[in-house]
């Protein structure tokens, strides 16, 4: 089985600081690992994935996230916060297998001080 | 590519009611699912298409939940004799990889 988990429910940073959003998962099995955002009354949006290859992945908005098996960890990053990146952030994980279901976290909620 | 349809978007009914929801996925995507999602968590996984053929269910579908892909286009979820455990939103995915899911813009269902 596999899990996923986001400490905390809420970050608060304040505009231009440095954005953390912390990510552990469970597999059993080399995983697949994504970090999805989405916007009030809205469906999910792909940030990035970790399939194989390189730890260190980046994705759209400026957003990164490394890959550590040592830790099982997959925390999010963004050098400096904008505004408009106000909304709550779901990671998640999915199996090699066919069916590639996602299993997400309980997600956090990001808050962006003006 | 318009993306991921889902219809309708909001639904609200009264306990003991049927209800059906639709989605449309990205035209030649062969897999969809679909999941749940209820206040303060993330999304949980239902069923899962390939094609027409559902190969996967949550043991959190019911059996008073069906979903159907008829021909291997569009999906309909159905749930019989709503119950107040069921206003969640209702998400629908549909990918060509194992590698990325496009998700819908969800259909948020209130039961009274």
């Known amino acids: 089985a596999q899990s996923v988990t986001q400490l905390g429910s809420h970050v608060s940073v304040s505009e231009g600081a440095l954005v953390l959003l912390r990510c552990n998962y469970s597999?059993?099995?080399?995983?697949?690992l994504f970090w999805y955002v989405q916007y009030p009354n809205q469906g999910l949006q792909l940030l990035l994935k970790y399939t194989t290859g390189a730890t260190l992945v980046k994705g759209i908005n400026g957003f990164e996230a490394e890959f550590k098996k040592s830790e099982t960890s997959f925390h999010l990053t963004k050098p400096s916060a904008h505004m408009s990146d106000a909304a709550e952030y779901f990671c998640?994980?999915?199996?090699?297998?066919?069916?590639?279901?996602?299993?997400f976290g309980k997600g956090i909620t990001l808050s962006v001080r003006p | 590519d318009t993306g991921v349809s889902q219809d309708p978007r909001h639904k609200i009914t009264k306990r003991g009611q049927n209800v059906t929801f639709r989605c449309d996925p990205i035209s030649e995507h062969n897999r969809l699912y679909w999941y749940r999602q209820t206040l303060g968590q993330g999304p949980e996984f239902l069923t899962y298409?390939?094609?027409?053929?559902?190969?996967?269910k949550s043991r959190l579908l019911s059996d008073r939940f069906s979903a159907e892909r008829p021909k291997g286009s569009f999906s309909t979820l159905e749930i019989q004799r709503t119950e107040q455990g069921d206003s969640a939103m209702y998400l629908c995915?549909?990918?060509?990889?194992?590698?990325?899911?496009?998700f819908g813009p969800g259909t948020r269902l209130t039961v009274t």
């Open positions: 998640a994980v999915s199996n090699t297998g066919a069916n590639s279901k996602l299993t």
């Open positions: 995915a549909s990918s060509t990889t194992v590698y990325e899911q496009y």
């Open positions: 298409f390939q094609n027409e053929a559902q190969l996967e």
């Open positions: 597999s059993s099995v080399p995983p697949y």
